[in-house]
C-alpha cells in the first residue's frame, strides 16, 4: 500500500480484498468492508454511495493497522471490538467468546417458541458479551433474566451491552461458576448456555483467530464434556416443570449428551437444532412434569 497514493474508498477496499485473498483470509471483501466501516464510523452502505471519498491519512493509518492485525490472525470482530448478532451490536474485550451465527440457529427457534410467553425469567450460564440473554430479552420482551459467568471482565463486557440495549431493570449479573451460582430454591422458566466444549487437547488445532479467544470459554475438558455432566446432574433442579433447557454444543456431541440428559431422568421433549451447515448444533428440551 504505497504512502504517495491518493486511496478512495473504492480503491482501499479493491486493493485490500485483492491482499486478503492473497493471505487466504475466508471472507475478504466483507472483511475489508466491515473493517473499514469501523474505521470511517459509518455503515457498510456508506461505502458503496461514496465509494470515490478519499481517505485522510489518520484513517488510513489506523486500517492499515487493523490490515496487519487481520493478518496476524486476529479476527475481524476482535479488532473492531464489536459484532453483530440476531441483528443487534454487541461490545466485546478480549475476554469474551465472539458470538457466532451458528448459535443464531438454534436461539432463534427458542425466541420464536417463547416470545408471546407472559414474565419469563430465565438463566444464561457462561454468559460471556451476554449476546444470548440480551438477544432473548430483546426479542421476549416480558422476560427478565440471570447471566453468570466466572469473568468478572466479561461481566462488566456483559453489563455494558444490557445497559446500551436498555435492559438494566430486567438482567442480574453474577460473578461465578455456572450452576453454583443459581440460589437454593430458584426456580427457572428456562436455561440457555453456549458452554465451553472443545477437548483440551484439540485447541492447539484451532484456527488462529479461535485459539485468541478466551480459553476458559473454549476448554471443555478432557473430552469437551465437563459443563454437560453437571448440567445433567444438577439442572432440573432450578427449572420449574415443563420449564425448557437449550445448550449448544460442538460436533459430534449429540448423542453422548442426549445420554446424558436423558439418563437423569429429567427431561422429556428433545429437540436436536441444526446449524445454517446442517450440522446438529444445539439440543432443546423440557422438564418432566
Known amino acids: ?71 496476524e490472525g486476529y479476527s475481524v ?59 432473548f430479552l430483546y426479542y421476549c420482551e416480558g422476560a427478565h433474566g440471570v447471566g453468570i459467568d466466572i469473568s468478572e471482565d466479561a461481566l462488566a463486557i456483559a453489563k455494558g451491552n444490557g445497559i446500551q440495549l436498555k435492559m438494566e431493570d430486567r438482567v442480574e449479573w453474577r460473578l461465578g461458576n455456572y450452576l453454583t ?7 427457572f ?7 465451553p466444549y472443545i477437548p483440551s487437547k484439540d485447541i492447539s488445532g484451532l484456527a488462529p483467530e479461535v485459539q485468541r479467544e478466551p480459553r476458559i470459554a473454549l476448554d471443555g475438558g478432557e473430552d469437551g464434556l465437563d459443563f454437560y455432566r453437571e448440567l445433567a446432574k444438577e439442572a432440573a433442579n432450578h427449572l420449574k416443570e415443563g420449564g425448557f433447557l437449550a445448550v449448544e454444543y460442538g460436533i459430534g456431541q449429540t448423542q453422548p449428551i442426549l445420554d446424558m440428559l436423558k439418563d437423569s431422568g429429567s427431561f422429556e421433549d428433545f429437540e436436536v437444532i441444526k446449524d445454517y451447515g446442517g450440522i446438529e448444533r444445539a439440543i432443546y428440551c423440557r422438564k418432566k412434569f
Open 189 to 195: 422458566d428456562g436455561i440457555l448456555s453456549n458452554p
Open 77 to 135: 470482530a476482535a479488532i473492531t471490538g464489536e459484532k453483530e448478532f440476531m441483528g443487534l451490536t454487541f461490545k466485546l474485550s478480549e475476554n469474551t467468546l465472539i458470538p457466532r451465527q451458528d448459535t443464531e440457529t438454534w436461539l432463534e427457534k427458542v425466541i420464536q417458541y417463547h416470545r408471546n410467553d407472559p414474565e419469563l425469567f430465565v438463566a444464561d450460564l457462561g454468559t460471556g458479551s451476554g449476546a444470548i440473554l440480551l438477544s
Open 181 to 187: 451460582m443459581l440460589k437454593e430454591g430458584e426456580l
Open 1 to 71: 500500500m504505497a504512502g504517495n497514493t491518493i486511496w478512495t474508498i473504492n480503491k482501499l477496499i479493491t486493493w485490500t480484498t485483492h491482499y486478503f485473498k492473497d493471505h487466504h483470509i475466508e471472507s475478504p471483501r466483507l472483511d475489508a468492508e466491515i473493517l473499514l466501516a469501523h474505521v470511517l464510523n459509518k455503515s457498510r452502505i456508506y461505502l458503496y454511495t461514496n465509494f470515490d471519498l478519499i481517505v485522510n491519512p489518520d484513517e488510513l493509518a489506523m486500517y492499515r493497522g487493523y490490515i496487519k492485525k487481520r493478518i
